[in-house]
């Protein structure tokens, strides 16, 4: 017998899209459990005050489990005497599998242990990209923790650390992918665990893979440390499919939807029908594979591009990632080591030098791209900029020299 | 009572031990992909064998019963594994061609929504808003269902140039990120101070480094130590309710919602591309936000009848350029809409290219 009554919630019922008040309103009418009813009674009560008076009745606190210092949102309610029962409504995120693939088999198992301590209510995933187990009191957090750590699951971040990784379906399933996704997202990932389960940072670090440049895990704009895969060599292109597609969408329609679109202007139509592409100056922005699948892929010199800095809002506006290294092979362990060795050099730099509450694009907006490279020990490359400084008002008194380590630059990579 | 369990600190688990067993195998062996109908890829490997994948959109955020529901649906037609996409629908794969339909009617029958592939519009990404977060100024799993119900034949279908991704925040740290359209709170109003609370509550001087205009500073007011507003320098962001909730930025009728456009994660064609600011002061009015919802059907209505195909949202106004948008969306232009944020000179038309 429900306690609160919830008109407004009520409404949500109603329409095609499915509804998750019918499926918190099961829970409180039908589940065996007498705790997860009255918790889901004493929820949706809450919510519906919250829908009538347009206003949050959470709070914050502190809770973690024994030993970490993160991976629960504390959540008290501010209106516990009214709603007791789900006056504790903590959150356990938990770090997804690389890919984000299940069993069901796994998916039973975590919702029996979930079904034992908490509130029944899971979210795969919050937009960190962790599996969210939404609803469960302080005592339960650690019970709940301990049973699923033992097979295998554990917390995410949470407050100034190291944040859940995420990785795109990648090369498990799609055709466009330049990256192991998983292994990078693990490797770089499982190297900061103790930074993830301990915050001691500025602010929050994220890692996100995204196996081409369509950037399906949003990498650029919503991580501090983004993995795009990309290749160097040409791209393979398929002609007699070429042909094929043309002979299916016509020519009008390659001309205008892929070649007409190339941001570089680097495609164009043979006489015989066939695509000629201008491989130095394609961006691989993957508009054209996207349009002709079936006829043109990724190159074999496989690798990724690496942008450092991006984030929202808070604090000095939108930044996305930049460019920090134009393109980075990722084949042999060696090549893994040096990308977890970069990313240990930035993170280590930006704990030094970030300041409270400054992500790490805010510290590079605040001391310049320059001094940022120099911190972290990687050098200039004009990939980095959209144009090349247009003020003059710059002190450049050390130019020979930094001209001279172009150069010699030039010179080792031609002898390498 | 027994000592404390020391955690294993396992960190992010291998996908490989849940991956399809297609998946596993063919694993970088891909070749290409077809888009059978909506809501089902096609994806061939390199040695020809297909690989079908039927993907629905669900309420998110799942009670243990739909769970197990999404989970039966799984071990009856896709061999007991299931993959989920960022922005949270359920991806079921199946070998076998004569699976697909029957899983699809399964899956329909049930109430799930199968579509969200290519051009349609994709499920809305979102984040907890009342249900769970400590600063957030309207309800997300609400305003997604409200408009979802709105929008199911444009995720079930393709009818748009391109995809479409939409967003809600809940506040203005837009938690729910860029989209080619956007639905994110706006407040309107300065916090209100509960001078009680502030000194036990707050570390004042994280609060005053935490704005952004530099509008907060250390008070004594009727004898404590407290902080206060320069109201006319302060852009009412909110962002020192997360670190002092006594300024309390939420407000019934002030908290408003706004509407952004044309932001793109991809970098198909352009560089990825922010959102930005085409509607505000719409009311945030519980329990289906009408009003909203009516400003992203007409602004989806325009860009569908007017866009060419592959273009996305910010790649359609680049071409028409935003006098025809505001002028197509019957939506007013306005002096906020002209950015005054650092950067701001880079937004503005320093040129005669004119649209007549």
């Known amino acids: ?416 | 009572m027994s000592a404390p369990r020391p955690p294993i600190e396992s960190g992010c688990p291998d996908g490989f031990q849940y991956m399809h067993p297609m998946m596993r195998k063919h694993y970088g062996n891909w070749d290409y992909h077809e888009d059978p109908r909506p809501g089902v890829l096609k994806h061939v490997t390199k040695s020809g064998e297909a690989l079908y994948t039927v993907k629905a959109g669900t309420q998110r955020i799942l009670d243990v019963y739909t769970l197990r529901l999404l989970c039966d649906i799984g071990d009856q037609f896709a061999d007991g594994h299931v993959h989920f996409t960022i922005r949270s629908n359920i991806e079921y794969m199946v070998a076998d061609e004569a699976r697909v339909q029957p899983l699809i009617d399964k899956l329909e029958s049930h109430g799930f929504v199968v579509g969200g592939t290519r051009n349609s519009v994709a499920m809305i990404s979102h984040t907890q808003g009342w249900l769970h977060c400590d600063i957030p100024g309207t309800d997300a799993s609400g305003v997604v269902k409200s408009m979802m119900d709105e929008l199911i034949d444009e995720f079930k279908n393709w009818n748009m140039p391109n995809r479409v991704h939409l967003t809600t925040s809940c506040c203005q740290i837009n938690c729910g990120g860029q989209g080619d359209i956007a639905i994110n709170v706006q407040h309107t109003k300065p916090p209100k101070i509960n001078h009680d609370l502030v000194a036990n509550v707050c570390e004042r001087p994280s609060v005053v480094a935490r704005c952004p205009v530099a509008a907060i500073r250390p008070a004594m007011v009727d004898g404590k130590p407290s902080l206060e507003v320069d109201e006319k320098k302060c852009i009412c962001c909110g962002a020192c309710f997360p670190p002092c909730p006594p300024m309390q930025i939420n407000d019934a009728e002030h908290s408003k919602l706004a509407i952004w456009v044309g932001g793109n994660h991809s970098n198909a064609r352009s560089k990825p591309t922010f959102q930005k600011l085409v509607a505000a002061g719409i009311p945030n009015n519980p329990p289906r936000w009408p009003e909203a919802t009516a400003i992203v059907k007409k602004i989806l209505k325009v860009y569908k009848e007017d866009a060419k195909d592959w273009e996305r949202i910010n790649d359609w106004i680049e071409r028409i350029g935003w006098p025809r948008f505001f002028e197509l969306t019957e939506l007013p232009f306005t002096k906020f809409h002209i950015d005054n944020w650092r950067g701001a000179r880079n937004s503005l038309n320093a040129s005669a290219h004119i649209r007549f």
């Open chain 1, 1 to 416: 017998m429900a306690k609160y009554d919830t008109p407004m919630l009520d409404e949500l019922e109603n329409g095609p899209w499915p509804s998750f008040i019918s499926g918190f309103k099961r829970l409180r009418d039908d589940h065996p459990d007498k705790r997860i009813n009255q918790v889901a009674d004493s929820l949706l009560g809450q919510l519906e005050h919250s829908y009538e008076t347009r206003k949050g009745y959470w709070k914050g606190g502190t809770v973690s489990v024994f030993g970490y210092g993160s991976g629960i949102i504390p959540r008290f309610s501010e209106v516990g005497k009214a709603f007791p029962e789900s006056k504790e409504f903590h959150t356990v995120r938990v770090q997804p599998p690389a890919g984000n693939h299940y069993t069901t088999g796994m998916l039973r198992q975590l919702a029996d242990s979930w079904e034992k301590y908490g509130s029944g209510l899971i979210t795969f995933h919050g937009q960190t990209g962790n599996i969210m187990f939404i609803g469960v009191d302080t005592v339960n957090t650690q019970h709940f923790f301990d049973d699923i750590n033992e097979y295998g699951w554990d917390l995410g971040g949470a407050g100034p650390c190291v944040r859940t990784g995420m990785s795109c379906v990648g090369a498990s399933r799609c055709e466009q992918s330049c990256l192991d996704e998983q292994k990078v997202h693990r490797t770089l990932q499982n190297n900061f665990t103790d930074d993830v389960h301990r915050p001691a940072l500025p602010y929050k670090f994220k890692f996100k893979v995204s196996g081409c440049g369509n950037d399906c895990q949003n990498a650029i704009e919503r991580s501090d440390f983004a993995v795009i895969g990309t290749w160097r060599d040409d791209m393979k292109v398929n002609q007699e499919a070429i042909k094929g597609y043309m002979k299916t969408k016509g020519r009008d329609y390659i001309q205008e939807n892929v070649v007409s679109r190339c941001p570089t202007q680097a495609l164009s139509i043979n006489d015989d029908d066939t695509l000629a592409v201008d491989n130095r100056n394609c961006v691989r922005c993957m508009h054209c594979l996207n349009v002709l699948p079936k006829a043109l892929s990724p190159g074999d010199d496989k690798g990724a591009t690496i942008c450092v800095g991006g984030k929202r809002t808070l604090k000095i506006g939108d930044l996305m990632g930049t460019v920090i290294v134009p393109f980075k092979k990722l084949q042999s362990e060696e090549d893994y080591e040096e990308i977890v060795e970069l990313a240990e050099e930035i993170i280590d730099f930006w704990a030094e030098n970030g300041l409270e509450h400054e992500r790490c694009g805010e510290m590079i907006e605040r001391i310049g791209l320059a001094n940022f490279l120099e911190g972290i020990g990687v050098d200039v490359d004009p990939n980095m900029v959209n144009n090349p400084r247009q003020s003059s008002y710059v002190r450049m008194d050390t130019w020979d020299e930094e001209a001279e380590k172009w150069f010699q630059r030039k010179a080792e990579a031609a002898n390498a």
